[in-house]
């Protein structure tokens, strides 16, 4: 008879023969830096996330490097927002700023600067607004400042969220043309307007304040449409490309590591996150076991690089069990 169980028979086995392992160098972790001074605010709908002023930071990317993570992806939150997110490009933006500190404190964790304008604009797009339409092709010289002004400012990966068409190429062009030829592009290729992203919108105070972002972000049934993006988007010129969400998300995931070679990330976005600490909250689930199962999952499904809000806590746990 076969029998399967010869090989599950004790932990050691077990772990003999486990075919996907996360490790700590695959893990992101997202951070939200807020202007101003002494800030540090809590999120209402993401338990243990904070914004933070950048003269508080330090604290945070002491805890980020201690726990021997790949890096982390950060988001600003300007004071000043407007029609053509001015404060998205400005060289002494709260964005650039925490750039800068944490090179300059520490230059080995690898910083991923999300290039989008929401969080900038004074209507919460993630582009340039002109009678109720969002402009995909006005939008790009905007972005191109942006990612500059963030190359400049010490950024180690280039992140573009907005979902504009041809920003990929846009970007590569006014990174080559000032001087940063060798900033990789890590395309949020195949973003799907999701339900998931509302928590984040509290924590980067970035919901639009009229319509949605289904005319730029993918329809949730669009599976073949995704890998186009993702194919487009590498033609174009990234050097990685991202699935997002994650976890409702594995199959696109699973497609476009079966035909695409290149690095592969997945956003482990706000909603999966939230969802996960309010049921281990009312005790409904044990939140490491489900964290390191939707992780393993992920990974499973084919991402080299997993975003996760988890992934300080991922870290501790993996080296529990290694
Ligand atoms: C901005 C952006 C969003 C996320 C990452 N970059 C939100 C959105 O598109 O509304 C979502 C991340 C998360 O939910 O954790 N374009
Ligand atoms: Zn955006």
Known sequence: MRRFRRLRASDSLRRLVRETKISKSDLIYPIF?????????????????????????DE??????????????IFGIPKHKDETASSA???NGVT??????????YPQLIVIADVCLCEYTSHGHCGVVRDGKILNDETLPLLSKMAVSLAESGADIIAPSDMMDGRVSALREALDANGFPDIPILSYS??????YYSPFRDAAESAPCFGDRRTYQMDCANGREALREIADDIEEGADMVMVKPALAYLDVLSAAR???????AAYNVSGEYSMVKAAAQLGWIDEKRIVVENLTAIKRAGADIII???????????????
């Open 33 to 57: 830096v807020a202007e101003g001074e002494k800030i540090k605010k809590s999120v209402d709908s993401m338990p243990e996330i904070y914004q933070y002023s950048v003269d508080m930071l």
């Open 60 to 73: 945070e990317l002491e805890r980020i490097y201690n726990s021997g993570i790949s890096g982390l992806l």
């Open 89 to 91: 490009y400005d060289d």
């Open 96 to 105: 650039q700023q925490a750039i800068r500190r944490i090179k300059k404190l």
């Open 190 to 195: 195949a973003k799907f307007a999701s339900g």
């Open 258 to 264: 079966n035909q695409f070679g290149l690095p592969i």
């Open 308 to 322: 996760t809000y988890h992934a300080l806590d991922a870290a501790k746990w993996l080296e529990e069990e290694e």
